[in-house]
């Protein structure tokens, strides 16, 4: 550990070194923050070593999505997806098209005012709303590696005192239960008809649940036998216990 990255090269060339040496013919796998990170270590890899090759540079949500895929894509029955913010827009923004045109639902009535500005124009307020979707998606894509409690608990009842900050989550929770169930797989009604057959049966569920749904053989299964994680300053919560796991399966090295 070191707060200098160029400290920590040496050690992790030399993990490197022998990864490739043990299978010449298998990329080495290292789990990055960024473009800059990636660079930077092929950069110093380069110099140190003369040339870096055969290097995989996942980032972390996209790594940690195809390996949850690949482990859980046996038969449909049993397939698990991971939704993305934009794949979980597209449901928002379908519910609420849905539930603020049906009899007002109180839950709701903060969005409504939201979108009263564009009343009278409805290309504005679809636009609007299409905006917010993808506000609400982000927001449950982060509360679920930050917060995942507070998404448990929301199918028995809200966590927060009725004030202002409450009034937030009501409407929130509101969107929240209508979309998963309490397993956390998205509900099949909004789940998108453009999705292709041989996805119709699998649950699509966000990244800390779909982890949750995979049992340790099948994860075991199609990790690398060392996976390095790079330069990353900050994981939630629910990555440190992905984290965690993925240490019982397989050498991991964080650096």
């Given at each position: ?109 903060p969005v409504q005012a939201y979108l ?85 049966a699998a649950r699509w569920m966000l ?39 993925l240490g019982t399966l397989t050498e991991?090295?964080?650096?």
């Amino acid at each position: 550990y070191s707060n200098r990255l160029e400290e920590l090269i040496d050690p992790f060339a030399e993990l490197v070194g022998v990864d490739q040496a043990r299978s010449p013919l298998e990329r080495v796998t290292v789990v990055v923050p960024g473009r800059g990170i990636q660079e930077f270590l092929k950069l110093r890899l380069a110099e140190r070593e003369g040339v870096a090759a055969n290097l995989d540079f996942p980032f972390l949500r996209g790594y940690l999505k195809r390996i949850a895929e690949q482990a859980a894509g046996g038969e449909a029955a049993a397939a698990v997806k991971v939704l993305d913010a934009s794949g979980l827009q597209i449901a928002v923004f379908e519910y609420l098209r849905e539930a603020l045109t049906a009899p007002r639902e109180a839950d709701l009535a903060p969005v409504q005012a939201y979108l009263a500005a564009a009343q009278d124009d409805s290309g504005q307020r679809a636009v609007k709303l299409f905006q917010l979707s993808g506000r609400v998606a982000w927001l449950m894509r982060e509360y679920s590696t930050a917060r995942r409690a507070m998404l448990v608990q929301w199918p028995r009842g809200a966590t927060l005192a009725a004030d202002r900050m409450g009034d937030t989550e009501t409407w929130q929770r509101r969107i929240y239960i209508s979309l998963f169930e309490r397993d956390g797989s998205l509900r099949r009604a909004w789940i998108a008809p453009a999705i292709d057959a041989a996805h119709d049966a699998a649950r699509w569920m966000l990244l800390p649940f779909a982890f949750d749904a995979i049992d340790d053989e099948r994860l075991r299964a199609v990790l690398p036998a060392r996976l390095h994680i790079f330069g990353i300053g900050y994981a939630g919560p629910e990555f440190i216990r992905i984290f965690a796991r993925l240490g019982t399966l397989t050498e991991l090295h964080i650096s």
